[in-house]
């Protein structure tokens, strides 16, 4: 009375179109600073914590 287990392949599809939305824009640049060979690009909607830290640390540096 014992089972026998079955291994079932299984073959996963994407349903969605595989095309790229054209709806998606890259976002625009907010500010752009050079300090020596750093270049610095801040685009709209970055995290205002990262931005917070990354200009923290370059108080530190000069």
């Given at each position: ?25 890259k ?36």
């Open positions: 009375m014992s089972k026998e287990n079955q291994i079932v392949p299984v073959i996963l599809t994407d349903n969605v179109n595989s095309q790229p939305s054209p709806s998606i824009q976002p625009k640049l907010a500010c752009q600073l050079k300090i020596g060979n750093a270049d610095l690009r801040v685009y709209n909607g970055a995290s205002q914590y990262i931005l917070t830290t990354i200009l923290k640390e370059l108080v530190h540096v000069n």
